[in-house]
């Protein structure tokens, strides 16, 4: 199991959440969910600038499985484009970057 933090920013910081926004945060996800993410859980917690989340992703085994970060983000992605929702309320994220570590292509 690989378990990935990250966020979505708000594109109205400080604007409150309502009741519920975690949970169609996590939906959302659920909703837009390929086989080869792996996602096993999410979970989410709103701040006043961001949604924070942590998914929990199956670790695979085959030597050109793409890398959990790589992963998690395709995922965050898919779900911000094709969620009304998530488009209305976060910005898209930041662009996948080449980690540093060769582990982690």
Do not use: F, K
């Not at 933090?5 to 109205?12: F, G, K, W």
């Not at 086989?35 to 085994?61: C, F, K, N, V, W």
């Amino acid at each position: 199991m690989e378990i990935v933090y990250a966020s979505l920013a708000r594109r109205r910081p400080g604007e409150a959440s309502h009741e519920g926004e975690a949970a169609e945060v996590v939906d959302a996800l659920w909703a837009h969910a390929l086989p080869g993410d792996g996602l096993q859980h999410a979970s989410a917690r709103p701040e006043a600038d961001r949604i924070d989340l942590l998914l929990y992703l199956m670790t695979l085994d085959a030597p050109t499985a793409p890398a959990p970060l790589r992963r998690a983000h395709g995922l965050i992605t898919r779900s911000q484009q094709n969620s009304l929702e998530l488009r209305r309320r976060y910005l898209p994220p930041a662009p996948h970057t080449q980690n540093a570590d060769p582990a982690c292509p």
